[in-house]
């Protein structure tokens, strides 16, 4: 019986290929075989385009091939952005250090446990109505963090122009989509749990090498809801409430390792198998 869910836990699998996006993971997603095998990118989402296939300029009917393709070089970016540009690098920074002013973030947690709320995402926040039509209108962003202490969603709107935040808002119960520093976290927990022994097999199967670390496999994976599942084992029965994941993971260049039904609940840092 072991044998038998161990290799279920870490099945290496080959299929249709696909690109996985942050959204799209759930139990009736598909794993590819070889495709994307060669994308080295570690917990972010994306999508593999297939190159066209290649012609030679002697062969019949084909045309002269094009000269080889010239990059511009980008603009070097500035501290600030003007209307609705995206968020320059200066003005992320900012905004996440001016959200984090209160002094009550020193008494919330990350997806680590160390002091201060996890950041999830800041973007650029729309202008007020009254503004909407003047050139120098203040930019705002909104910045999004996860508090693990409380298991609550922080959202503050600061100004850039003045440095104050805004607006702010405390949520439990709503739970936007990961991001990667918690997918890796998430593999961490994988691959300390007892359940992550048939992954570290297999991952040896399929190389001949030890699985030590997060980094020798690519990994994405999103939130897990369980109002698309059909049956929620006990112990994630507070998904939703507290911060639930699900991975996918291949070998870095390699093989697919099926690590779907393993739902890591980051709050109570638990991993629980589901199916």
């Known amino acids: 019986?072991?044998?038998?869910?161990?290799?279920?836990?870490?099945?290496?699998?080959?299929?249709?290929?696909?690109?996985?996006?942050?959204?799209?993971v759930m139990v009736g997603i598909t794993l590819p075989g070889t495709a994307g095998a060669e994308d080295t990118s570690r917990g972010r989402t994306g999508a593999s385009v297939p190159s066209a296939p290649s012609q030679s300029a002697d062969a019949p009917g084909s045309a002269t091939a094009p000269e080889p393709a010239t990059l511009a070089v980008a603009p070097p970016e500035g501290t600030k952005g003007v209307g609705t540009d995206p968020l320059?690098?200066?003005e992320l920074k900012r905004a996440e250090a001016l959200a984090l002013t209160p002094p009550a973030a020193s008494a919330q947690r990350d997806v680590e446990g160390g002091r201060g709320p996890q950041h999830l995402a800041t973007e650029l926040a729309d202008p007020l109505p009254e503004e909407a039509d003047e050139p120098g209108a203040p930019r705002r962003a909104e910045v999004r963090f996860y508090d693990y202490e409380s298991d609550a969603l922080i959202t503050r709107t600061v100004n850039l122009e003045t440095g104050k935040v805004e607006k702010a808002a405390v949520q439990r119960g709503v739970q936007p989509s990961a991001h990667?520093?918690?997918?890796r976290e998430a593999?961490?927990?994988?691959?300390?749990?007892?359940?992550?022994?048939?992954v570290k097999e297999d991952y040896k199967d399929a190389t001949g090498k030890e699985l030590t670390s997060t980094g020798q496999l690519w990994f994405n994976g999103d939130v897990y809801r369980t109002y698309r599942e059909a049956n929620v084992p006990a112990p994630l029965a507070k998904c939703g409430e507290h911060?639930?994941?699900?991975?996918?993971?291949?070998?870095?260049?390699?093989?697919?390792?099926?690590?779907?039904?393993?739902?890591v609940d980051l709050s109570?840092?638990?991993?629980?198998?589901?199916?």
Do not use: F, Q
Not at 248 to 257: A, E, F, L, Q
């Open 1 to 24: 019986m072991y044998e038998i869910v161990r290799r279920h836990l870490g099945k290496v699998v080959a299929g249709a290929a696909i690109a996985v996006t942050g959204t799209a």
């Open 88 to 90: 320059t690098d200066d």
């Open 180 to 183: 990667p520093e918690e997918l």
């Open 187 to 198: 593999l961490e927990l994988i691959l300390a749990s007892p359940l992550g022994k048939g």
């Open 243 to 263: 911060r639930c994941v699900r991975l996918v993971t291949k070998v870095v260049n390699g093989s697919w390792i099926d690590t779907r039904n393993l739902i």
């Open 268 to 275: 109570a840092r638990t991993v629980t198998r589901v199916g």
